[in-house]
């Protein structure tokens, strides 16, 4: 387990608390099962009470959390017979991205996953999941690879972002992000992307344009992170917690938005407090969304996907009434 | 390092009264680069290029179209769409408001139609005067109508990027706006449409990370700042000072990001060549003659 966040607190308390009163219990031989039963009660009720109306800042917070399961931990949970493919063939092999194929009930997949690491020693050497172009390029080449073999495609989303370097931008961090949602909105396979932590930015969605977007409860995806909003828009880092809200990042938004197809429920307090039993929440959702897919044919898959992110937008057309009719005559918002 | 940047932004930005009064605002001009002080009328007539250092002023969607299109060659789409308030964002449709004002236009790009030395085109030209040119809703879907226009009607695409990324107060959804472009534009490559992008300056974060990048021509202006994320985010985070001509037009070139940095005046030169290739048959043609 990570350190406690404060909103937990409480929690961890009473937990305490209850755990002294076993002891207690068992050391002195002396029947307290009402008090007992008493505060389990108090602790369900606050548990439900607190994981129940999380903010969108302690999600994110959740989302972050070390101990929380990443890529590999759910890989041997979901699948079997992963074989890890390295490399894009052009300039190396980047750990920030771990890709390959797998079986999936029993079925081929390809899996493409952002890695960050458990601890201080795995985060450097896989660069705390910030992917360069050869992570990004090495996804493509195995997202082509599966399109050939008609395998479906799984991508786990979880990074803070593409890395922001001057050897990714001398290598054309740029251009392999493009590249990548220029050519998976064009595959005949059936893409399922799982945003399991963080999804910052051209760095989620360079392996995040799929048929269907699925989302964990304590995960959140924007076009920033909430620091960088907060820098951003306020010039203040410290009001994150104020941006988390105001930028709507959490699956419960992005839902309502229509940007994402399905929410997966979490584990009580998070995934991270039993990783087996929220890989089976992923894996129902997962099979659920294959098998809406798998009626389509591959022009089917594709357009589907096409027509997906092309209705995407907020906007207004005012007809013109009159030649010559200007824009500035429009009341402000737009209605 | 600290220093030098507070030291430049107080140099650029507090001018002297004196100085103010020696570079009266609308009639001259004075260049950044190398501090010449230039008539509007003069500078106008050499497109906006100092004509001592050869510094590209950044320029705004009209100035663009004049320049870039045949005479009075030319339409524009959408011009009627505005953007809405996905996210209900604190004060967002006051500052589109004020950049309407402010550029006279109703979103950070124009798009439309005409000829270029003779050859119809469809294009885009972003306009970094609004909302630094970011895209969001509105940007998103008239580049996309655009290229579906273009690919409707067998027409070559520019597009003309100048942005500072996707827009924040539209949040995801201007984040989709990137696969939005980037899907319309795979879509009208199956069908072998001609892409030209050129990017000026700034093309950075998610326009750089889109569109911007898959032209079947890359070219960008010189001097043009160009990439991914910014300079002082990839100073913290490698902590060492980066080359002077890092993320320029330039640089880029060098690493083997763009096909050429086109100077403005040779800009509808290099185009009117490269249209005029795609406007004839290919390899098949051979057979016939």
């Not at chain 1, 917690?241 to 105001?246: N, Q, R, S, V």
């Not at chain 2, 004049?66 to 004060?91: A, G, H, I, R, T």
């Not at chain 2, 030209?196 to 974060?205: D, E, N």
């Amino acid at each position: 387990m990570g350190p406690e966040l404060d909103f937990e607190k409480p929690i961890l308390e009473l937990q305490g608390k209850i755990s002294e009163l076993k002891q207690f219990m068992d050391e002195k031989g002396i029947d307290l099962s009402d008090e007992l039963n008493h505060l389990q009660e108090r602790l369900a009720a606050l548990e439900k009470e607190t994981y129940g109306s999380m903010t969108p800042w302690e999600r994110v917070r959740i989302a972050r959390k070390l101990d929380r399961p990443t890529t590999l931990d759910y890989i041997p949970l979901l699948f079997t017979d992963f074989v890890e493919c390295h490399g894009d063939r052009l300039y190396g092999d980047d750990p920030a991205i771990v890709a390959g194929i797998a079986k999936f009930h029993g079925y081929p997949v390809t899996i493409i996953g952002e890695q960050r690491g458990r601890d201080t020693k795995e985060n450097i050497m896989r660069n705390f999941g910030s992917p360069h172009p050869e992570g990004y390029r090495k996804a493509l080449r195995l997202m082509k690879q599966a399109d050939k073999f008609h395998r479906p495609i799984i991508t786990f989303i979880d990074t803070k972002g593409a890395f922001p370097g001057k050897t990714a931008e001398e290598r054309g961090q740029s251009e392999a992000i493009a590249r990548n949602l220029f050519e998976m909105s064009w595959l005949s396979v059936p893409v399922i992307c799982v945003v399991i932590g963080e999804g910052a930015s051209g760095g989620a969605l360079a392996i995040g344009v799929g048929n269907q977007i699925l989302m964990l409860e304590n995960s959140w995806y924007s076009v920033i992170s909430p620091e960088g909003a907060a820098a951003l828009l306020w010039k203040d880092a410290g009001k994150a917690e104020e941006a988390a809200k105001t930028m709507k990042i959490t699956g419960f938004d992005l839902k309502k938005l229509g940007i994402i197809d399905k929410l997966i429920p979490e584990v009580l307090g998070g995934a991270h407090h039993d990783p087996e039993k929220q890989a089976q929440l992923i894996d129902h959702a997962i099979i659920e969304s294959l098998k809406e897919l798998s009626r389509l044919s591959a022009d089917q898959v594709r357009n589907q996907r096409l027509a997906k992110y092309r209705a995407v937008g907020n906007y207004d057309t005012v007809q013109e009434k009159q030649p010559n009719h200007s824009i500035f005559s429009y009341s402000s918002d737009g209605q | 390092m600290k220093d030098f940047f507070t030291k430049k932004k107080k140099y650029a930005t507090v001018p002297s009264a004196k100085a103010r009064q020696d570079v009266p605002e609308g009639i001259v001009r004075k260049c950044p680069k190398c501090k010449k002080i230039m008539y509007v009328k003069e500078l106008q007539k050499h497109l906006f290029v100092c004509q001592s250092c050869g510094y590209h002023y950044p320029i705004g969607a009209h100035d663009r179209a004049v320049m870039l299109f045949d005479q009075d060659s030319y339409v524009e789409f959408d011009k009627d769409m505005v953007s809405l308030n996905p996210l209900q964002f604190p004060n967002y449709m006051n500052k589109l408001e004020s950049d309407r004002k402010k550029t006279k236009l109703n979103e950070a790009v124009w798009t439309g139609k005409g000829r270029i030395e003779g050859f119809e085109c469809a294009v885009a030209i972003m306009d970094k005067g609004f909302r630094m040119g970011s895209m969001g809703s509105v940007v998103g879907e008239k580049i996309t109508r655009m290229i579906e226009y273009a690919d409707k009607n067998a027409l070559p695409v520019l597009i003309f990027s100048a942005s500072g990324g996707a827009r924040m107060q539209e949040g995801v959804l201007s984040l989709m706006q990137m696969a939005k472009t980037s899907a319309a534009l795979k879509a009208f490559s199956e069908n072998a449409g001609l892409y030209i992008s050129i990017m000026t300056h700034p093309t950075t974060g998610g326009v750089s990370a889109s569109f911007a990048s898959l032209g079947d021509y890359n070219f960008a202006e010189p001097g043009a700042l160009i990439g991914f994320a910014g300079r002082r985010i990839i100073e913290q985070t490698i902590g060492e000072e980066l080359p002077d001509d890092f993320q320029t037009a330039e640089f880029l070139l060098k690493h083997g990001q763009l096909d050429q940095v086109i100077p403005r005046s040779e800009l509808r030169n290099v185009l009117r060549q490269v249209l005029s290739i795609h406007s004839e048959g290919g390899a098949e043609e051979w057979d016939r003659n």
